[in-house]
Each structure stands twice: as structure tokens, then as C-alpha cells.
């Protein structure tokens, strides 16, 4: 089992900045591929980047695509979003998410292990 803690979010003005951390306890953490998700306010949930467990290959949603970069580093068991040129649109909550043994996936359903968030907003 893992615990995972989102970190980094806050109020950015638009055209900025932020990177998001999500750190991991217990065992093994590299047997996870994991995920970025969000969530804005009277929207459902949707996947934004995936990594997979060696940190090898990505995948991002066409909406953050050459502006978020996802990454880890299995030795601090932290996941990482690297998130650029934002806009009011990204506003949201963020959460990471991890999936045991699995491949890499933008599917929610397929992730057991989820972050409490992190509040990301972006004003224009």
C-alpha cells in the first residue's frame, strides 16, 4: 500500500509557474505508475499526465501538452508536475494518483491510491 501527499499549489497570476510534488510512503514505490488528475469547480475529474513506473515513457491530455511535464524520482518516491504558461483554465485541484503493476493510464478508474489534492489557481 502507499500513502501519497500533494504539495506546491497556490495562486499564480497567469503566464506563470508552479511545480507540484507528490511524496510517497511505504515500500516499492517504483512498482507504481502513477498520475495527475484535477478537478475544477462544477467539473468532473480529468486526467492531465502519466508516467510510467521506471519514469520511461508519458502521457499527457492535448489541454497541458507542451506546458506540464510529469517526472519522478524513485529514490526520494516523489512524483513530480512541472506546470508552465498557465492559464485561468488550469485552475483547479490537483491530485496524484498510483496504480500497482499496472501500465501507465489516463483512466481514473484504474488508479486505487489517490492524494487529498492541492489547490492550484490561476488568475488572469
Known amino acids: 500500500q502507499v500513502q501519497l501527499v500533494e504539495s506546491g499549489g497556490g495562486l499564480v497570476q497567469a503566464g506563470g509557474s508552479l511545480r507540484l510534488s507528490c511524496a510517497a510512503s511505504?515500500?516499492?514505490?517504483?512498482?507504481?505508475?502513477l498520475g495527475w488528475f484535477r478537478q475544477a469547480p462544477g467539473k468532473e475529474r480529468e486526467f492531465v499526465a502519466s508516467?510510467?513506473?521506471?519514469?520511461?515513457?508519458?502521457d499527457y491530455a492535448d489541454s497541458v501538452k507542451g506546458r506540464f511535464t510529469i517526472s519522478r524520482d524513485n529514490a526520494k518516491k516523489t512524483l513530480y508536475l512541472q506546470m508552465d504558461s498557465l492559464n485561468a483554465d488550469d485552475t483547479a485541484v490537483y491530485s496524484c494518483?498510483?496504480?500497482?503493476?499496472?501500465?501507465?493510464?489516463?483512466?481514473?478508474?484504474?488508479?486505487?491510491?489517490w492524494g487529498q489534492g492541492t489547490q492550484v489557481t490561476v488568475s488572469s
Open positions: 494518483a498510483a496504480r500497482l503493476l499496472g501500465t501507465m493510464s489516463s483512466n481514473e478508474y484504474q488508479y486505487s491510491y
Open positions: 508516467i510510467t513506473r521506471r519514469g520511461d515513457n508519458t
Open positions: 511505504g515500500r516499492t514505490f517504483s512498482a507504481y505508475s
